[in-house]
């Protein structure tokens, strides 16, 4: 049982490019969520979704898009990176009593 | 709007000393209360949750929590802290049927020999 994984762990992308970041559960969780984590800040929602076909905007979700057109994958694309989304990219699901599973994250730098 | 607060950004205590961390939280309702640790470079795992019931919760490596609703807290607790506990705490909060968790800014755990 893997829980929650994300691909890839590290990328280093230059101002104006693209890129997707893959979340994957295998827990049947309705309910995904993409944070990003920088220093001293906590976790910030960007988007969620609250199951296969749906998508919703979290507190900052500026300069991204997400698709859920798998029950269990949630992806998140930037499509033309700055340096301000330089940080750590977290995904997590929902099970039971509110409780959310997190994946190991994704590094980010954008030069 | 639900907010969290832990107002200690870092802290430092010996090892085998006893470890409280502070959190404090604004909601309406009932609240659902976790606490968070991230080990450097890695993902948040979950310590222990209150639900509802027994306000004082136990949690995996020894923690534990007690819920104050008169005092809008939800302190996280050690008897005895390891080496191995060093790492960033994080307290968050929820609500049934609410979308997503919102989570305090973090306290940052260092354990001396």
């Known amino acids: 049982n893997a829980g929650v994984t994300q691909t890839p762990k590290f990328r280093v992308l230059k101002t104006g490019q693209s890129m997707t970041l893959l979340c994957a559960q295998d827990?049947?969780?309705?309910?995904m969520y993409w944070y990003r984590q920088d220093p001293g800040m906590g976790l910030r929602l960007i988007h969620y979704?609250?199951?296969?076909?749906?998508?919703a905007k979290g507190e900052v979700p500026d300069g991204y898009n997400v698709s859920r057109l798998k029950k269990q994958n949630f992806l998140l694309g930037l499509e033309s990176a700055a340096p301000s989304q330089t940080s750590v990219y977290f995904c997590a699901s929902k099970g039971t009593e509110e409780t959310q599973y997190f994946g190991p994250g994704t590094r980010l730098l954008v030069l | 709007a639900q907010s969290v607060t832990q107002p200690d950004i870092h802290i430092t205590v010996s090892e085998g000393a006893s470890l409280e961390l502070r959190c404090n939280y604004s909601y309406g309702a009932t609240p659902y209360l976790f606490w968070y640790v991230q080990s450097p470079g890695q993902g948040l795992q979950l310590l222990l949750k209150y639900f509802s019931g027994d306000t004082l919760v136990q949690g995996i490596k020894g923690f534990e929590a007690e819920f104050k609703r008169s005092q809008s807290s939800f302190n996280l607790r050690k008897p005895s802290v390891h080496w191995s506990d060093a790492a960033e705490y994080f307290c968050?909060?929820?609500?049934?049927?609410?979308?997503?968790?919102?989570f305090g800014s973090g306290t940052r755990l260092q354990v001396q020999p």
């Open positions: 968050a909060v929820g609500a049934e049927g609410r979308r997503a968790l919102t």
């Open positions: 979704s609250v199951g296969e076909g749906t998508t």
């Open positions: 827990m049947n969780h309705e309910y």
